[in-house]
């Protein structure tokens, strides 16, 4: 069993004050930055791009954990590897050519990851399974924090964990991550837990508790 990783998704932040927030999920105890990229075309939301990464990357040393909601993400791979992520996952969704992708991503000395949409099955990451370090499952449609869970999202993570087998991958949730499904989530196979407003929620002094909580669920 790979360790439990909770990664707070920056998208539930104050933008206006990333370094600050950044600084204070760390001090509460997270593991991973998740860091939510949207293009407003492979998802019907903007949020941010490679100058943010860099700006938070002085801010933390734990692992900036990018997710890429863009298409085509080829182009600017490099950019968010200069920029500071340590794991760039792109979509399986996002374009003609994953294993490409993938290959491009482990070229630039960074790990790998694979994210599926609710609707796209588990067989998409079949082929890809020893060119990636971690495989993202959403369980809400990407676009927007503070969506509900989408149930089917445990089948698909009990399926994939018995493809995985023993290789090295992190199998991570994201999307409607609270302390009420962390535990049906970790039982299922996920060791890697994204939650944006389950973290942000009540204020910095709640940050740490939040966390704490959704640990202890898992
Ligand atoms: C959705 C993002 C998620 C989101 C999670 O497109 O990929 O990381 O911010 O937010 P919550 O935990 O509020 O669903
Ligand atoms: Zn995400």
């Avoid at 067989?123 to 869970?149: I, K």
């Amino acid at each position: 069993q790979r360790p439990l990783v909770i990664a707070p998704s920056i998208l539930a932040a104050d933008f206006a004050r990333f370094g600050e927030e950044v600084r204070a999920i760390d001090a509460g105890g997270a593991d991973w930055v998740h860091v939510d990229v949207m293009d407003g075309h492979f998802v019907p939301n903007i949020s941010f791009g490679p100058q943010v990464v860099r700006a938070i990357r002085p801010h933390t040393k734990k692992l900036l954990d990018v997710h890429l909601m863009i298409a085509p993400a080829d182009p600017y791979l490099a950019e968010f590897a200069a920029a500071g992520a340590d794991i760039i996952t792109v979509h399986a969704e996002a374009g003609p050519h994953l294993h490409r992708s993938l290959q491009a991503i482990r070229a630039l000395g960074k790990k790998a990851g694979v994210s599926l949409n609710p609707a796209t099955p588990e067989s998409a990451v079949e082929y890809v399974l020893d060119l990636v370090d971690l495989v993202l499952v959403m369980s809400v449609n990407p676009g927007f924090g503070g969506q509900a869970f989408i149930p089917s999202a445990l089948d698909k993570v009990a399926r994939i964990k018995a493809m995985i087998g023993d290789r090295p991958i992190d199998l991570e949730v994201d999307g409607g991550v609270t302390a009420d499904n962390a535990g049906a989530l970790a039982k299922a196979g996920a060791n890697a837990l994204v939650a944006g407003s389950a973290v942000f929620k009540g204020g910095e002094s709640a940050y740490a508790g939040n966390i704490a909580a959704i640990r202890s669920a898992a």
